[in-house]
Nanobody, 125 residues
Framework: VQLQASGGGSVQAGGSLRLSCAAS????????IGWFRQAPGKEREFVST????????NYADSVKGRFTISRAYASNTVYLQMNNLKPQDTAVYYC???????????????????WGQGTLVTVSS
């Protein structure tokens, strides 16, 4: 499975961005997609995850109510809509995939098997 993250950029606080994670290869075998981020000098942390059929999703407390995860099956793409961005959202954002039941989600980054290259989000105050 190959993952390509895109959509990062620089915005002012309160602005919005939409990240995309395009998957190719045996995507059906790795149905669970997660978004993670790593700020400078900090460890990588969980942001959001979605199940294969989109039935289940989960968010970190820090982004609940501001970020929305979704997926488009026709293009094998998972999106992360980020609204009301804050300076503390500044980080490199990564998407990742893992195997599991079709309706499962996971916030444990250690369990993810495939990772994209990351896209930088910078939010200025």
């Amino acid at each position: 499975v190959q993952l390509q993250a895109s959509g990062g950029g620089s915005v002012q606080a309160g602005g919005s961005l939409r990240l995309s994670c395009a998957a190719s290869g045996r995507t059906f075998n790795t149905p669970i997609i997660g978004w993670f981020r790593q700020a400078p000098g900090k460890e990588r942390e969980f942001v959001s995850t979605i199940s294969w059929r989109g039935v289940n999703s989960n968010y970190a407390d820090s982004v609940k109510g501001r970020f929305t995860i979704s997926r488009a099956y026709a293009s094998n793409t998972v999106y992360l809509q980020m609204n009301n961005l804050k300076p503390q959202d500044t980080a490199v954002y990564y998407c990742a995939a893992k195997r599991g039941p079709l309706d499962a989600v996971s916030s444990d980054l250690s369990l993810y098997e495939y990772w994209g290259q990351g896209t930088l989000v910078t939010v200025s105050s």
